[in-house]
């Protein structure tokens, strides 16, 4: 496969053609990800008209964008459709303008924070508790409690 071209990022316009179960992937909360999608863009990634993979982005600041969500389907992971998708978001909002862009991830997804590292973000402080505080349900990845929030960064 060749992402180059056989990949097509769309931006979706219509909040009901959100792929929830590919969001729901990366945030098992959907009461969450419909509060941050009412204020963000949301780009679905296609293969021959399949949907593969969607980010959620949106300002927090003047400057500033935040990635509320990336997911890619179970059955097309690690095949660079993810970092993909980051350096898209992160070569679209850098042309717009913006300053920095941010992302947060749990404690437990050791994957995601490399993923996030090897595209240019770095670590920037620990929102402690974040998962217990607003999620009803634990949550374990790679054998670990995901209870913290890891806030990284990328200057754009
Ligand atoms: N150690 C070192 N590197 C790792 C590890 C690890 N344990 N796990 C993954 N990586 C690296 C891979 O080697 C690869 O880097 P490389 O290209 O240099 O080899 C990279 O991380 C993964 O790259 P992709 O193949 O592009 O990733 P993928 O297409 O699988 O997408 C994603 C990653 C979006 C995290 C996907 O696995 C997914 O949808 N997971 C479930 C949902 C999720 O957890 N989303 C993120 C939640 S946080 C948030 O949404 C803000
Ligand atoms: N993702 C998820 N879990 C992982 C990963 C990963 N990428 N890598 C390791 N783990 C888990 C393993 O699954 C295992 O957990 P489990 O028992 O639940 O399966 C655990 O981490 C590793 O356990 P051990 O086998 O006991 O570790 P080991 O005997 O290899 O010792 C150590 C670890 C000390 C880090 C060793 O690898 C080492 O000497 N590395 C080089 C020196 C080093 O880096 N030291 C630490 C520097 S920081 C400091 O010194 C303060």
């Not at 050791?110 to 607003?134: C, E, S």
């Amino acid at each position: 496969m060749n992402l180059g071209t056989d990949l097509h990022i769309r931006q979706i316009k219509e909040i009901e053609e959100t792929p929830m179960a590919l969001l729901t992937l990366a945030d098992p909360s959907e009461q969450q990800v419909q509060s941050y999608l009412a204020k963000s863009d949301c780009y679905v990634a296609e293969i021959e008209g399949e949907t593969v993979g969607v980010y959620v982005a949106g300002e927090i600041s003047k400057d500033t964008i935040e990635i509320y969500n990336i997911a890619v389907k179970e059955t097309f992971q690690g095949q660079g459709i993810g970092k993909y998708l980051l350096m898209d978001g992160v070569d679209r909002y850098r042309r717009a303008g913006y300053k920095m862009i941010e992302i947060g991830t749990g404690n437990s997804s050791i994957g995601q924070l490399a993923l996030y590292q090897k595209v240019g973000f770095r670590m920037d402080r620990v929102i402690p508790d974040f998962f217990t505080d607003n999620y009803e349900t634990h949550i374990y990845e790679n054998g670990i409690w995901c209870r913290d929030m890891i806030r990284l960064k990328c200057q754009l």
